[in-house]
Nanobody, 122 residues
Framework: QVQLVESGGGLVQAGGSLRLSCAAS????????MGWFRQAPGKERMFVGR????????YYADSVKGRFTISKDNAQNTVYLQMDNLKPEDTAVYYC???????????????WGQGTQVTVST
């Protein structure tokens, strides 16, 4: 059974940092892309960025480029989302997901975690 489990969310002041983790289990993700998405209240789920599990290639949404960094630890089967210089508009539930295409559309992702709340205060 495939499981993606996010952790690390919380409340932080604007300008602060958080690191989210996504622990993957249940299958080999070689050849997959691990994506991060976020969903604010009343809004659609939006692409944040992704990393290729095999090569480590990353791609980010313009809104987070230069502030967020995605990395992975193959030995731990874990993907990370380092978020720096957080802004109130980054407040959302953050999800990790896996698919074979690495695109920015949530509909192509096969596996999803349960999400973790990130709240950025002013």
């Amino acid at each position: 059974q495939v499981q993606l489990v996010e952790s690390g969310g919380g409340l932080v002041q604007a300008g602060g940092s958080l690191r989210l983790s996504c622990a993957a289990s249940g299958r080999t993700f070689s050849g997959y892309y691990m994506g991060w998405f976020r969903q604010a209240p009343g809004k659609e789920r939006m692409f944040v960025g992704r990393i290729s599990w095999s090569g480590g290639r990353t791609y980010y949404a313009d809104s987070v480029k230069g502030r967020f960094t995605i990395s992975k630890d193959n030995a731990q089967n874990t993907v990370y989302l380092q978020m720096d210089n957080l802004k109130p508009e980054d407040t959302a539930v953050y999800y990790c997901a896996a698919d074979k295409f690495g695109g920015s559309f949530s509909s192509t992702y096969d596996y999803w975690g349960q999400g973790t709340q990130v709240t950025v205060s002013t």
